[in-house]
């Protein structure tokens, strides 16, 4: 069974840039559609980003649309998150997922989820 591990969240200041990773491990990566998504204490979970498993086909959320770059490397078996831009509201746990299926941006898609890495963005 596919495991997913992030890193790289942390506190920054509005405007900086911050890049996340998701190591896949425990599967075939190149056959799982990629997506990350967020959460703040109290909501449900959004969806931010995804990459189908070639790399060439993403979608975004409007929130994050021309500050956020999702991209996958099939080697290495990791897909990153950068983020630039970034605006105190989008503060929240990120979730790097799996979907073994084709690309989506629904969250009930995805079957394999990380643990979570916490991003904190100041004004």
């Known amino acids: 069974q596919p495991q997913l591990v992030e890193s790289g969240g942390g506190l920054v200041q509005a405007g900086d840039s911050l890049r996340l990773s998701c190591e896949f491990s425990?599967?075939?990566?190149?056959?799982?559609?990629m997506g990350w998504f967020r959460q703040t204490q109290g909501n449900e979970r959004e969806f931010v980003a995804c990459i189908g498993w070639s790399g060439a086909t993403t979608y975004y959320s409007d929130s994050v649309k021309d500050r956020f770059t999702i991209s996958r490397d099939n080697a290495k078996n990791t897909v990153s998150l950068q983020m630039n831009r970034l605006r105190p509201e989008d503060t929240a746990v990120y979730y790097c997922?799996?979907?073994?299926?084709?690309?989506?941006?629904?969250?009930?898609?995805?079957?394999?989820w990380g643990q979570g890495t916490q991003v904190t963005v100041s004004s």
């Open positions: 425990g599967g075939i990566f190149s056959h799982h559609a």
């Open positions: 997922a799996a979907d073994p299926g084709g690309l989506s941006t629904a969250e009930d898609a995805y079957d394999y």
